[in-house]
């Protein structure tokens, strides 16, 4: 089944201690995203990638840190988090230009609790 | 970036009446997307906007797109408990770009 995997779906963390989110595709899409979600905010963009070795911020990076070493995977990395932190996170992929009337996949996402 | 602006924020309607979703950009928009979520949960795509004036339907929902490619519109027609959620509209600026930039969402409550 074509799809975005996110894990884990809930976790609880403290303040300080470095986690990492994974984010895996199975449909060799090129572009991979992070996003968060709020209350009152919507859905913002904290990082992207073009493609593997290929990153850059969207509107909300201070804070994550992300890699593409290979094309399937795009974990996001707090390395020091903090109770702002807390949200809904999102990972999304599409295949090329051509292709997006398919839309953007998204993970079933990741509840973060930082206390 | 671009920014989406969705009304109403929330919506209350009662089984098989018909509703409508704006959203509405200040810039042209390349391609406009509409999801579906439920509480908590990821995002479903509906249906891409791309040309200006296009209609797309998928059973009951129906989404077009201005001539100007500013504004869309999500009408739900004979509305279910199973349209319950928070309908999303997202838009990339140009043919070059992959940024997705969502508007803040519209809470539909359909009550039986």
């Known amino acids: 089944e074509a799809q975005v995997t996110q894990n884990p779906r809930y976790l609880i963390t403290v303040t300080g201690k470095k986690l990492t989110v994974t984010c895996s595709q199975n449909?060799?899409?090129?572009?991979m995203s992070w996003y968060r979600q709020d209350p009152g905010l919507g859905l913002r963009q904290i990082y992207y990638s073009m493609n593997v070795e290929v990153t850059d911020k969207g509107d909300v990076p201070e804070g994550y840190k992300v890699s593409r070493k290979e094309k399937r995977n795009f974990p996001l990395i707090l390395e020091s988090p903090s109770p702002n932190q807390t949200s809904l996170y999102f990972c999304?992929?599409?295949?090329?230009?051509?292709?997006?009337?398919?839309?953007?996949?998204f993970g079933s996402g990741t509840r973060l609790t930082v206390v | 970036s671009q920014e989406l602006e969705q009304s109403p924020q929330s919506l209350i309607v009662q089984e098989g009446k018909n509703l409508t979703i704006n959203c509405t950009s200040s810039?042209?928009?390349?391609?406009l997307y509409w999801y579906k979520q439920k509480y908590g949960e990821g995002l479903i795509f509906l249906m891409m906007l791309q040309k200006g004036g296009e209609e797309k339907s998928h059973e009951k929902i129906t989404a077009k797109l201005d001539e100007k490619k500013q504004q869309s519109s999500l009408h739900i027609t004979a509305s279910q408990p199973s349209h319950a959620g928070i309908y999303l509209c997202?838009?990339?600026?140009?043919?070059?770009?992959?940024?997705?930039?969502f508007g803040k969402g519209t809470k539909l409550s359909v009550i039986p």
């Open positions: 810039k042209t928009l390349y391609g």
């Open positions: 997202g838009a990339v600026p140009g043919a070059g770009s992959y940024q997705l930039t």
């Open positions: 449909m060799n899409h090129e572009y």
């Open positions: 999304a992929s599409s295949p090329s230009t051509g292709e997006r009337g398919y839309g953007y996949t």
